[in-house]
């Protein structure tokens, strides 16, 4: 089988690292060296038992990879020059790919097409957008495909079906679960940037609550929580969070821009982020500041250990070499830093991520710090 991931292009060498360390998991082993190209990475793994596959997965996700899928390839999607007499007309993609997709042996809810999110990459957007209406029709007429007006099945392990066009002649297919994959084709967030947020990093904090919370965003971040951000200027994540009605203390020698200066639920503090502590526990931290990895992820352990808050999104910058060694000593660092607190952690290089990943931490268990917020009616 093969494992086909899509990640920031640059971030290949990491996401190939993602993918062994799944397969090690899974106790799967990777044949020869993970080949692919700028922004996607396949690695051929032997001994595959996909119920272990789908546990690793949801034990540890992959950090660097945006989508990541199990299936076959590379498939040839044009007869290759002097082959056969080629008939004219314009070349007949759906085959091979119906074929690809029949050898799968699966059905699934949707179909995802997809190439490399880059120049070249998106030179083949028209082609998909092509064939994605004309494979689903085939797939539906052979049952492989449910139909898009029926109710979404509620049953877990929804599967979904990709092909990911490597170029305008190959491609690759296969199927992810719907629970432990991208919420989005090509890992690529349906997020507009709100015209009143004062700095584009605010469309981080909302990718990071849709990705890192999922179905739970809108019970953990609503109106009646209370947070901090530190490094908040000019504040972008600060006005994510007022917009949903949390209570925000903006920790920053900087100055807030824009509307969300006078926002009555923001109450902006010239300090330094590694020495504010609230004066009672908040819900959340949330730290974007510029620094060393090690550095943040010590602050943000104590956080938790000390019950300062419930919860913690913060910003690993990698400008190093080494950046999936720095996640794994940050993760150390974390773990080491909370003593005796039951801690969940996660890490994600999000879409909107350049170089650096989006943490999430939470407490497993309400600190006894910890005080229950009142609700407030959430802001129009
Ligand atoms: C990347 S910007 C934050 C952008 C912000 N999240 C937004 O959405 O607009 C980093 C900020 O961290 C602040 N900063 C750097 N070191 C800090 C420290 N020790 N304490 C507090 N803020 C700090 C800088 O002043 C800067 O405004």
Redesign the pocket.
């Known amino acids: 089988m093969i494992a086909l991931a899509q990640c920031r292009a640059g971030f290949e060498r990491e996401a190939a690292a993602d993918v062994a360390h799944l397969a090690a998991a899974a106790g799967a082993q990777v044949r020869g060296d993970i080949g692919g190209g700028a922004g996607w990475v396949a690695a051929e793994l032997a001994g595959l038992d996909r119920r272990r596959w789908r546990e690793a997965l949801a034990a540890s996700p992959a950090v660097f990879c945006r989508t990541l899928f199990i299936g076959t390839g590379p498939h040839a999607l044009v007869p290759a020059p002097g082959s056969t007499p080629q008939a004219r007309g314009p070349v007949d993609r759906v085959t091979p790919l119906m074929a690809a997709l029949s050898g799968l042996d699966a059905t699934a809810d949707a179909l995802w097409l997809e190439y490399p999110d880059t120049n070249e990459g998106k030179a083949l957007s028209t082609l998909a957008r092509a064939l994605g209406p004309r494979l689903e029709t085939v797939l539906r007429e052979r049952g492989l495909l449910a139909d898009a007006s029926a109710p979404q099945r509620a049953e877990r392990n929804r599967l979904r079906f990709h092909v990911f066009l490597a170029d305008g002649a190959t491609a690759y297919v296969g199927t992810s679960i719907a629970e432990t994959g991208s919420a989005w084709p090509m890992g690529i967030p349906r997020l507009r940037m709100p015209g009143r947020a004062?700095?584009r990093?605010?469309l981080k904090l909302a990718e990071a609550f849709a990705v890192l919370l999922g179905e739970r965003e809108h019970e953990l971040v609503h109106a009646g929580k209370r947070a901090v951000d530190?490094?908040?200027?000019?504040?972008?994540?600060t006005w994510q969070l007022a917009q949903r009605g949390v209570r925000v203390t903006a920790?920053?020698?900087?100055a807030l821009k824009g509307e969300v200066a006078q926002d009555p639920l923001v109450t902006h503090v010239r300090d330094?982020?590694?020495r504010f502590r609230p004066r009672r526990p908040v819900d959340w931290v949330v730290c974007?500041?510029?620094?060393q990895p090690s550095r943040v992820a010590t602050l943000m352990a104590r956080w938790m250990k000390d019950g300062d808050a419930q919860r913690a999104m913060f910003n690993l910058k990698l400008p190093m070499k080494k950046r999936y060694a720095e996640v794994e000593r940050a993760t150390a660092i974390i773990d080491a830093g909370v003593g005796d607190v039951d801690v969940r952690l996660a890490f994600r290089h999000l879409y909107h991520d350049r170089e650096e990943v989006t943490g999430f931490l939470e407490r497993a268990t309400p600190s006894r710090r910890a005080t229950p917020s009142r609700a407030r009616p959430r802001r129009g």
């Open positions: 004062p700095s990093s605010t530190l490094g908040a200027a000019p504040g972008g994540w920790v920053d020698n900087g330094d982020g590694f974007d500041i510029v620094e």
